[in-house]
């Protein structure tokens, strides 16, 4: 039985589309989970295959092939990992309290990596459960990632007694420092697991399913436009801004994110899957 992993977030939609129907029949079960609990799951083989956070990938990278041209990833603005902040410059969260999102791995490194190198502050950092209500109530600033993300900045409500936060999109603030793109995850599969995964066909299917998936972004997000509340032509937008193939230019962004986050890391390490 191979197992794969389902990031509940709208932003991976297009990777799934009509992925169980394509696999109806095989020996294959589906888990879903927020960004961290996948990564926890795939390095401890509870699953087989899944989307996990680029920070994670590297760090049981002896575990894992990569699976080639597939990703999520932007050139910008993401809308989807944002930190909202009293301050109306991230370089005066200088010496205050960050609310890191327990849901995240590799945009928790990025406030970090921005923060010490882009705007060249040194604040402190707390993680907490994916409330903003609750993380500006007691921090400076606050990050948050994937339909929670998308709803607040959608709405840009006013906190009771304090008024509306700033919102800094993190893709945005990275293109800017960089001038490239951005990858939040890579598709993973577990080492041992991967002649089970290519005898059931799943690679292949999940490429038909992003294929198929790009194509019906407007009936996704007509879908999915219930669930958030938000307007179908706002989804439909943000899933077109999306990149999912992991390009050459896209690798140059993971790279240099690798090289500042992980400097004893050897890129080379990632082992890529591929057909037998």
């Known amino acids: 039985m191979i197992t794969i992993g389902i990031i509940d977030y709208l932003n991976v939609e297009p990777q799934y589309y009509r992925l169980e129907e394509r696999?109806?029949?095989?020996?294959v079960q589906f888990r879903r989970g927020v960004p961290t609990e996948l990564n926890r799951a795939l390095a401890e083989g509870e699953i087989d295959l899944a989307p996990v956070s680029c920070i994670a990938a590297a760090e049981i990278a002896d575990q894992v092939a990569i699976i080639p041209d597939l990703s999520i990833a932007t050139i910008g603005a993401v809308k989807t990992v944002l930190l909202f902040s009293w301050m109306a410059d991230p370089r005066e969260l200088d010496e205050v309290r960050i609310a890191l999102s327990d849901q995240s791995a590799t945009s928790v490194e990025l406030v970090k990596l921005l923060a010490e190198h882009f705007w060249q502050v040194q604040p402190r950092y707390t993680t907490e459960s994916q409330d903003i209500n609750q993380m500006l109530r007691r921090s400076s600033a606050a990050l948050l990632i994937g339909d929670d993300a998308l709803v607040e900045f959608a709405h840009?409500?006013?906190?009771?007694?304090?008024?509306?936060?700033y919102a800094f999109d993190l893709g945005d603030e990275w293109l800017k420092w960089t001038g490239l793109p951005f990858v939040f995850a890579l598709w993973a599969a577990r080492r041992e697991a991967l002649p089970v995964i290519d005898a059931t066909g799943v690679v292949p299917a999940l490429?038909?399913?992003?294929?198929?998936?790009?194509?019906?972004?407007?009936?996704?997000a007509r879908a999915y436009a219930p669930r958030l509340g938000l307007p179908v032509g706002v989804l439909t937008k943000y899933l077109h801004d999306l990149r999912y193939d992991l390009s050459p230019?896209?690798?140059?962004?993971?790279?240099t994110y690798f090289l500042l986050s992980l400097p004893d890391f050897a890129p080379s390490a990632l082992h890529c899957w591929h057909a037998d």
Do not use: F, T
Request: charged residues 40%.
């Open 23 to 27: 696999l109806a029949g095989r020996d």
């Open 249 to 255: 230019r896209d690798r140059a962004g993971l790279l």
């Open 207 to 220: 490429y038909e399913s992003k294929k198929d998936g790009l194509v019906h972004i407007p009936e996704i």
């Open 156 to 165: 840009r409500r006013e906190m009771p007694g304090r008024g509306q936060p």
